[in-house]
């Protein structure tokens, strides 16, 4: 096993020449566009299946009184409606499980109460509509705002404390010259992912087999075994393929637990997928928040005090909480120092994990302040983030492991002609467009969890790679096989990589921009051991020994691996764990954001014009699919800032644009001109293969570099996202001072 308890030195992966690093086409591309890549709904596995649709509460709160199915369980081709009535028996929350249809409180709009199974989806559907509810509603809580005085210190997890204090704030406030206390909010959004959640459940002997959409195989065995109360033996998960999941898949959903208990009692194969506008209220989404921040600095910029608030909630007894403010701890240098996290409970759908929870939204607000000191007190943002970065972790106090955030901003500002930017707002017009520029940090922490894996040849001379890692669209098959393939000595066509199932050695899976860190590890451990293995058999000397082009060489002799493989193989395990290096540095990876956009001088309409980020992640392990992350990430941020609201009904519950054709997300056309640029780096005291994480990084902070170039075109400042046009109006309409008045005139006339 390789533990991370002390910085890793020279590799094979460090030989020039390898594949790591190059962008190499994903080597499941083929399987995809050609449709044989099979996703939790495509499988056929058990025989012919039964097809499931949910029936879903219409209240937010109160009681299920009654819930006639009679009609249901009499249409054509229905073999079961499932409902508290008849529902097995499961365990409870306390365990783990996340237990349907039991009881007949409702939570939360959404909430599962029936299943119907019918031979046929369109049967299963009609028969839904004939399931008649009756509920005793309540009146229920649906506003963070007016939840804030009864929010509560959220549970600790994973060893990451709600809040944080050094020094006094209020007496640092207080004292400071220049200061700025500014709230922002946040609205809920939704992982909207291509591929809706979707199972097909197979008993077979006592054992279950699950066809699902799940990032995390290890949690979702885990959670199934406690809800259906059988052993984790009895349990498989298969997710091969995951069509995104930017969170909503990384826990086990309702859709699984209801498809395994249907397909138990009509004993056969049941499918059951949410449609889209189930997947807004039957799982789940992030959370708004309401953050408060003050900075206060001298006037050279230097912070002498940082203090970060947040609110957030969640359906009653979740204690998920959004860590806003986390990012703030490590980011910049200040003596005096406050972050909080208050939760409140209100009766809406789950909130979880969603694309970099915390640093997400929390950076849409830190980084928006940021640049308003900086106007406050008319220095660079740039040259203002510089003045304060740490030589240490903050809070921590321990060194950081590599940190290259102001060698991402000062490249960025290269590239992307930030001395060309007016510092005085709305001074750069196009036409009716008034032009602005703006930019952001961006900060992600950088995981690491146990993993394992196993990496065997065959006669033939290919190297198969296993784990249960999955792969949701990021590139896992792709920079797995590349591992492999440098430490073996083998072309990329030479490696075969199998995923996504849990029969295979334990991987935490894709989350929390863990994953390459955590299985590439495992495979990595796997394959030195391979090597030591063949050597072995060769008889060859270990000191100088390469593996290349399929062969080793050593002490002036070349064998092939084929032939050493013969005549059954050679296989070897292997195993990671992240050791003591993240508590002993700080683990991060870095990024700059620099935006450019129009704000109609008539209509309030913004429009990104162009995008750059700038990141530091270690080794680049495929340029290619870093890239794509990357700008994943930052579209997933353009929309953030402008355009995602998953909007509350707060007189009933629910959200109102609950599809794709009213909840908006960033298309092609809102996304111009964008790139991403990464700088040369490696971090030993990461990964064997020096490299941190990206998959969430892109989106940190890039909602804020567009917002900042709102204000810098503008001079307005919109402290509540998404910024659309009748905020960027109504600020103009309350905006008194004369030159304001008389544009506004002028446009209004216009």
């Known amino acids: 096993m390789i533990d991370m308890n002390q910085p890793v030195g020279r590799t094979p992966l460090d030989e020039a020449g390898g594949l790591l690093g190059r962008p190499l086409d994903r080597t499941d591309g083929p399987v995809k566009v050609t449709g044989r890549a099979p996703y939790a709904y495509e499988y056929r596995e058990g025989g012919a299946p039964a097809y499931a649709f949910l029936v879903e509460a219409g209240i937010a709160k109160g009681r299920l009184a009654a819930l006639d199915t009679a009609a249901a369980e009499r249409a054509s081709g229905v073999l079961l409606v ?17 237990p349907q249809l039991v009881g007949e409180t409702i939570l939360h709009h959404g909430q599962p109460i029936a299943l119907v199974v019918a031979e046929t989806f369109e049967q299963a559907r009609a028969a839904a509509q004939l399931v008649k509810p009756t509920y005793e509603a309540e009146q229920g809580s649906y506003d963070l705002a007016s939840a804030m005085p009864k929010a509560v210190v959220p549970k600790a997890s994973n060893g990451n404390q709600p809040d944080s204090r050094i020094g006094d704030t209020d007496e640092a406030f207080a004292a400071a010259p220049v200061k700025i206390d500014v709230t922002y909010r946040t609205p809920p959004q939704s992982h909207a992912m291509m591929e809706p959640h979707a199972t097909l459940a197979v008993w077979d002997g006592g054992g279950l087999t699950l066809y699902t959409a799940n990032q995390m195989l290890p949690r979702g065995i885990a959670t199934v075994a406690a809800t259906l109360q059988i052993p984790k033996e009895k349990v498989r998960l298969i997710s091969r393929y995951v069509g995104g999941g930017f969170g909503s898949k990384l826990q086990v959903q309702p859709d699984a637990i209801l498809a395994a208990l249907a397909a138990r009692m009509v004993r056969r194969p049941v499918k059951l997928a949410l449609t889209r506008q189930q997947v807004f209220h039957v799982t ?70 969603m694309r970099a929870p915390g640093e997400a939204v929390g950076l849409l607000a830190l980084e928006c302040a940021m640049d ?26 321990i060194p950081f492991s590599s940190r290259a955030l102001v060698p991402c901003m000062r490249k960025g500002a290269e590239l992307f002609g930030w001395d060309k930017r007016h510092p005085e707002p709305g001074r750069v017009r196009d ?49 797995l096989g590349q591992i492999a393939a440098d430490m073996l000595g083998l072309p990329i066509d030479g490696v075969k990589v199998e995923l996504g199932d849990s029969a295979l050695p334990e991987a935490p899976g894709s989350g929390g921009s863990f994953g390459a860190n955590s299985a590439g590890s495992a495979v990595f451990d796997a394959c030195s051991t391979l090597r030591d293995a063949i050597l072995r058999r060769s008889g060859l000397p270990v000191e100088g020994a390469e593996f290349k082009d399929g062969f080793v060489r050593a002490g002036g002799r070349s064998l092939r691996l084929a032939d050493l493989a013969r005549p059954a193989g050679i296989q070897a395990d292997g195993a990671a764990d992240p050791g003591k290096s993240r508590r002993e ?74 599809d794709l054709a009213e909840y908006h997300v960033a298309v092609h056309a809102d996304i111009p001109a964008i790139d991403a640029v990464f700088l040369p780096e490696l971090d030993a005291r990461s990964s064997p293969m020096k490299s941190k994480g990206v998959g969430e990084l892109g989106i940190c902070g890039a909602g804020a570099a567009v917002a900042n170039a709102v204000y810098n075109a503008t001079g307005i400042r919109i402290r509540d996202y998404p910024l659309t046009l009748d905020k960027v109006l109504d600020a103009w309409a309350a905006d008194d001072r004369p030159d304001r008045r008389s544009s506004l005139s002028v446009r209004q006339a216009g």
């Open 82 to 98: 499932l409902t508290r009535r008849n529902a097995p028996k499961q365990g409870g929350k306390a365990d783990g499980a996340i």
């Open 284 to 353: 789940t989404h992030r959370t708004d928040t309401i953050q408060r921040l003050r900075l206060a600095a001298e006037r050279d910029g230097r912070l002498t005090a940082i203090e970060h608030l947040s609110w957030s909630n969640n359906t009653p007894g979740q204690s998920f909480y959004e860590t806003a403010a986390n990012a703030t701890r490590s980011i910049y240098a200040a003596p005096n120092r406050l972050t909080e996290h208050r939760l409140a409970t209100l009766d809406l759908p789950i909130s979880a994990s």
């Open 372 to 397: 308003e000191l900086a106007v406050a007190l008319t220095i660079d943002p740039i040259e203002l983030r510089i003045r304060n970065e740490p030589a240490e972790d903050p809070e921590l106090k």
């Open 431 to 479: 036409g009716e467009w008034l032009v602005g520029m703006g930019m952001s940090a961006a900060i992600r922490g950088n995981p690491m969890l146990a993993a394992k894996a196993s990496v065997s040849l065959d006669a033939g001379g290919v190297a198969t790679v296993k784990t249960s890692m999955t792969d949701i669209g990021t590139g896992s098959y792709t920079i």
């Open 585 to 658: 540095y700080s683990q991060h990876s870095y990024g700059a954001h620099f935006a450019e956009v129009g704000v109609d001088s008539v209509t309030g309409e913004i429009r990104l014009r162009r995008m750059l980020g700038v990141f530091a992640i270690g080794r680049v392990l495929n340029a290619k699919t870093a890239r794509s992350q990357a700008i994943g990430g930052m579209t997933f941020g353009v929309g953030a800032a402008l355009m995602e609201d998953a909007v509350i009904d707060k007189r009933h519950g629910h959200f109102v644009n609950h």
